[in-house]
């Protein structure tokens, strides 16, 4: 079956512009979750989402970023006034239930703030 | 505040070597573990996972790990690379906290190189 799915898969914006980052999670998962991974680091957790309801936002890094999945699938991630240290590779993941399920992940949007 | 620790950010092995990757975490309470391998232009996949049980978790393409409690690691092993494991390695953990979702906290990774 279909994995979970980014889009776009390359984003380059100019520093102040606005940008939006697309997840669609597996059907019927639960569980969504974003992850910001810096080049050379690990990822590192952004929020999370359980169904349509964002649970936890505590990594989130400034009040500029702003995840929402309204219906309870498809979740959007987005950055406003985009700073270069905004550059990084931002995952999506989704899991079935809300505890102790794998994660799986996208392929990731690298975003490039010029 | 928790962390993960992975000793080695890259390693270097000709084929049929033995692998050994270290992870450490930072957190006294119960937790679950993951090593997650991310090949050349792929994306994030779970290698394995350890939540209760025998310490000793085998995963896929012959890998296994060991849960130490006592000493907070969560060491990867293979017996005997092949190049087809060139790939960065990321060990995971997921402290069992109140709320029972699944945050994960993950190391800085471990870039091996399998020479043919």
């Known amino acids: 079956g279909a994995g979970v799915s980014q889009s776009p898969r390359y984003k380059v914006a100019k520093r102040g512009q606005d940008v939006a980052l697309r997840c669609d999670p597996i059907s019927g998962h639960v569980s969504l979750f974003w992850y910001q991974q810096a080049l050379g680091q690990g990822p590192e957790f952004l929020t999370y989402f359980q169904n349509e309801a964002q649970l936890d936002k505590s990594g989130l890094p400034s009040d500029r970023f702003f995840a929402e999945r309204p219906e309870g699938s498809v979740s959007t991630l987005k950055i406003q006034r985009t700073q270069q240290e905004d550059s990084a590779v931002y995952l999506c993941?989704?899991?079935?239930?809300?505890?102790?399920?794998?994660?799986?992940f996208g392929p990731g949007t690298r975003l490039t703030v010029l | 505040a928790q962390s993960v620790s992975q000793h080695n950010h890259h390693v270097i092995l000709s084929e049929a070597a033995s692998l050994e990757l270290g992870c450490n975490y930072s957190?006294?309470?119960?937790?679950?573990l993951f090593w997650y391998v991310q090949y050349p232009g792929q994306h994030l996949q779970l290698l394995l996972k350890?939540?209760?049980?025998?310490?000793l978790v085998k995963g896929i393409k012959g890998f296994e790990a060991e849960f130490i409690k006592s000493k907070f690691s969560f060491n990867l092993r293979k017996p005997s690379v092949q190049w087809s494991d060139t790939a960065e390695y990321f060990c995971?953990?997921?402290?069992?906290?109140?709320?029972?979702?699944?945050?994960?906290?993950f190391g800085a990774g471990t870039r091996l190189a399998v020479h043919p």
């Open positions: 995971a953990v997921n402290p069992r906290l109140s709320g029972g979702y699944n945050k994960l906290i």
């Open positions: 350890y939540f209760s049980g025998d310490p």
């Open positions: 957190y006294g309470g119960t937790v679950n």
């Open positions: 993941a989704s899991s079935l239930g809300t505890s102790g399920d794998t994660q799986y």
